[in-house]
């Protein structure tokens, strides 16, 4: 490896390890080439929240970039410039269209899709391919894996979780086919050692049991790779990198905490059933999952994810800030402005780990900007107003500026009923998996530039 030429899927590898490179700039062409700089691929994530949002305090109330956040979204006041707010987004296939009751099982079913769920809560399961899947179908064997799906809550994936809807809608927003959800990870251990161990789950197995052992980090395991290396690369880039292994051990270490506390712990907390390794809060758990989807960006471990922050319909509570009854059942709130004021809080909640997440994309540098600069977040819910259940004018925001797509920094109101995956067929493009359409959509999505 020259000092000037390093393959950019170079790896550092031990037992049970392959812990992939962060773009560095000994990873750019020859100085022959020096003038035309690699660019950046460019991401796309979808974080989902569930039960709505109380949308008069999540809706600016001004168009353009000379616009006020709202209460909700106050806590993005660092990266408002790297935001858009679009307003008047719809999932027409979330309403009951003639199916009844069910409208938070609908609404992550669709949310992604497009597509109306057929409601059964046997094995007999339909919705339609995602748009994460129908990227990571055509840009996916450029990465190790084709996508990453992530949550913080568990979930089956059959019975009846809504009305008569399986409980395979509730739990996912992501679906490589019609038929097959794609089942999110929720333990932080399991997704660290996808994204730092290497593809033999046996040696993936030794590794862990060796270190669990003797109490070493996965960096041990590559330490002779790392330190060869090093001396093979500028001094930026020995920087880099030793601030990128860092990371990956700052993240292990709080791993190893979570781990230690579950043996000190009852096994329910909030109503829900812990596995081990899932730390004891539910904000260290969300900015944990978050922190590996940074990662696994940064490092080019995948360029498509989906993060669900809580399953469709969650009923937890939120303890930490002072709300007890849970966020379901507040979400019916009849406009009672206690209850509202309890679901703001949790919505400001929700946008806080957002914030934290973008804030450190765009912390981290790539390229000419930062790797928020080349990556496309949709945050928002499948559900507009949790007491209306309604699928118009939907909760949603766009993150970063896609590798030069969006021009963020500005609220957007587009017309009632502009369908959400419209957005979808402008980011699709973006990330070069061409198409016209995309399940219900009719056209681009305009004024993003």
């Known amino acids: 490896m020259s000092k000037s030429n390093i393959h950019r899927r170079t790896f550092l590898k031990g037992l049970g390890a392959a812990v992939s490179l962060p773009m560095l700039e000994s990873m750019s062409p020859v100085k022959a080439l020096a003038s035309a700089t690699t660019q950046p691929p460019v991401r796309m994530a979808f974080m989902f929240v569930p039960n709505g949002v109380h949308l008069q305090e999540w809706k600016p109330t001004a168009t353009g970039a000379h616009y006020d956040l709202p209460r909700i979204l106050k806590p993005l006041s660092p990266v408002k410039r790297d935001i858009t707010v679009l307003s008047g987004l719809t999932q027409d296939k979330g ?7 069910g409208d938070h099982a609908r609404c992550a079913g669709v949310y992604l899709t497009g597509v109306q769920p057929l409601k059964s809560q046997g094995s007999e399961i339909r919705a339609g391919v995602s748009v994460d899947q129908f990227a990571a179908k055509k840009i996916g064997h450029k990465t190790r894996f084709a996508s990453l799906e992530l949550g913080t809550e568990p979930g089956r994936q059959s019975g ?5 809807y399986s409980c395979a809608y509730s739990n996912n927003i992501s679906w490589r086919d019609a038929t097959t959800p794609m089942a999110k ?12 161990g290497n593809d033999s789950k046996g040696q993936r197995d030794e590794s862990l049991a060796k270190r669990q052992r003797y109490r070493k980090s996965i960096l041990d395991f590559v330490l002779e790779d790392a330190k060869s290396l090093s001396g093979k690369v500028s001094g930026n880039d020995r920087m880099k990198l030793d601030e990128y292994l860092t990371a990956v051990r700052e993240i292990e270490q709080r791993i190893e905490r979570a ?7 009852p096994n329910v907390l909030a109503g829900l059933e812990k596995p081990e390794g899932v730390p004891r809060s539910y904000e260290d758990h969300i900015r944990l999952m978050g922190d590996m989807m940074i990662l696994a960006f940064q490092t080019d471990v995948t360029r498509v994810s989906t993060f669900m922050l809580a399953n469709a319909g969650s009923n937890r509570s939120y303890r930490q800030i002072g709300v007890n009854e849970g966020h379901h ?9 206690a209850k509202l004021e309890k679901i703001s809080k949790i919505n400001t909640f929700h946008v806080q780990q957002l914030s934290y997440i973008l804030q450190k994309m765009k912390s981290t540098p790539e390229g000419d900007g930062s790797l928020l600069d080349n990556t496309m977040i949709v945050y928002g819910s499948g559900i507009s107003d949790g007491n209306k259940h309604n699928n118009e004018n939907l909760p949603i925001l766009l993150a970063g500026r896609g590798g030069g797509l969006v021009r963020p920094g500005r609220h957007i109101q587009y017309s009632e009923d502009t369908p959400l995956n419209n957005l979808f067929v402008t980011m699709l493009n973006q990330m070069g998996a061409t198409t016209d359409t995309f399940n219900d959509s009719t056209g681009h999505l305009p004024f993003l530039a």
């Open 185 to 196: 990870e929720t333990n932080p251990r399991l997704v660290f050692e996808r994204l730092f």
């Open 95 to 101: 309403r009951a269209n003639g199916d009844g009751a």
């Open 329 to 337: 059942s507040l979400s019916h709130h009849q406009n009672d402005r």
């Open 259 to 265: 781990e230690g506390e579950s043996a000190l712990r």
């Open 160 to 164: 009846k979780c809504d009305s008569g």
